[in-house]
């Protein structure tokens, strides 16, 4: 089960004990996040304001803060890196809202379907410009690393959009696209929030290494709650993923299941659109052992994100950067222990298949 993004944020204050260390510094963020409304144009300055109040997880500014801890401390300029993080991090999530879309993100309708598609594209782009306008204000050579990250971001959801539909995609194929489209956007706020202070650059490097593992781990996990989730429970349109032609993880794997005149027919019944619904879907994903092979997956990756870890010192930003792997890793578990258990619950009605 997934939470509501208010409740997620509450169950990750409930689960990292340690972030309660670092309250003061996002609630700052969270105020300059809310305040940079003031900055914009009046006329659009509701606009933004929405945008900007509704919020989520602020994972990605979570890591800006954890980093900065376990590298040296926390300044002024990981607060201002923060801010253009969220915010580079809401003008991808309006312009993905255009590409799929939705109707509904954090339990709220999407810029897209309020405004929308020609209002809500020049939003993201103000957002994405607003965001360097901050980060032009931090030390030389800020900029570039945040532009070269954001042009990266925006090459994968090139890349995943010319691959819809292509249900003959590569398992090494679909990492190269995460890995820019979502893990780039988790590997920047760490490597950079290092790289502010000052440290030697294989350590940086290898606090990018470990966003870009967990950035790599939550997106097979958004990839399962696409198909697996409930959108009362998560405040997002679902099933915009596979229904858009999109080759998520699991359907990759689902697909490697099968061979010869087997996977023809399943690529086939894609291709024309056989499964109206995701309901369609969830027999074969339980079947097929997709579901505990896309589990193994995340953990092997959550791993190498705890082995990047080992060589800074123990205490509080180390231990809240462990339990972050951990809470993903948990999420993950009960999402797919809880499709499995309601397929264990339908066998034992009666008539059940």
Request: hydrophobic share 40%; with cysteine; aromatic share 6%.
């Amino acid at each position: 089960m997934k939470l509501s993004d208010q409740k997620w944020q509450e169950h990750v204050a409930d689960r990292l004990g340690v972030v309660a260390g670092f309250q003061d510094t996002l609630e700052q963020i969270d105020r300059e996040i809310s305040r940079q409304a003031e900055e914009i144009d009046s006329w659009i300055r509701p606009h933004f304001r929405s945008l900007l109040a509704s919020r989520g997880k602020r994972l990605r500014p979570l890591l800006v803060v954890l980093s900065a801890g376990v590298s040296g401390g926390i300044r002024a300029d990981h607060v201002a890196l923060a801010v253009v993080v969220e915010m580079i991090h809401v003008a991808t999530l309006v312009h993905d809202d255009i590409l799929d879309g939705a109707a509904i993100r954090r339990g709220e309708p999407t810029a897209t379907s309020r405004w929308g598609n020609e209002v809500s594209v020049l939003l993201g782009d103000t957002l994405f410009a607003h965001a360097l306008r901050i980060c032009a204000k931090l030390p030389a050579g800020s900029v570039e690393r945040v532009a070269t990250a954001v042009c990266t971001v925006c090459s994968g959801e090139i890349l995943q959009t010319q691959r819809r539909f292509d249900w003959s995609l590569r398992e090494e194929d679909y990492f190269e696209i995460i890995e820019r489209k979502t893990g780039e956007l988790f590997r920047m706020p760490c490597e950079v929030s290092a790289w502010l202070n000052g440290v030697p650059e294989e350590a940086g490097r290898a606090l990018g290494r470990y966003g870009m593992a967990l950035g790599i781990a939550y997106q097979i996990y958004d990839d399962c709650l696409d198909l697996l989730g409930k959108e009362e429970l998560t405040g997002k349109t679902l099933g915009t993923d596979w229904g858009g032609g999109k080759p998520t993880l699991p359907i990759l794997y689902l697909l490697a299941s099968r061979s010869g005149p087997e996977r023809e027919e399943l690529i086939d019944a894609f291709h024309r659109g056989r499964f109206a619904s995701r309901e369609d879907l969830l027999p074969l994903l339980a079947e097929n052992g997709v579901l505990p092979k896309t589990r193994s997956k995340v953990e092997a990756i959550l791993s190498c994100a705890r082995n990047e870890l080992a060589g800074f010192s123990p205490g509080e930003p180390r231990r809240a950067m462990e339990e972050v792997i951990d809470l993903l890793g948990n999420q993950v578990d009960r999402l797919i222990e809880g499709m499995s258990a309601g397929r264990r619950a339908e066998n034992m009605l009666p008539g059940g298949a």
